[in-house]
């Protein structure tokens, strides 16, 4: 019985490899889109840093001191 299931797999596997197979590439280009939204945090670090030497400089722009 095993003898059998074997010669059947080993016949099976014979002829899947006699069909043949075509890979192609993709016509159109991959498209990946990750939704990744990294302009707010940048906008917000820069806002806090200008405010910062705003408050450490502001002879700069002829602003009052406090």
Known sequence: MRTQVLTGLGAAM???ACIP??????DRPIEINLNVNIRQ???VRLERDAAEILEENSELFGAPTP
Request: glycine share 0%; hydrophobic share 65%; net charge negative.
């Open 14 to 16: 014979l002829a899947a």
């Open 21 to 26: 197979v075509q890979i192609q590439a993709p």
């Open 41 to 43: 945090e940048v906008i």
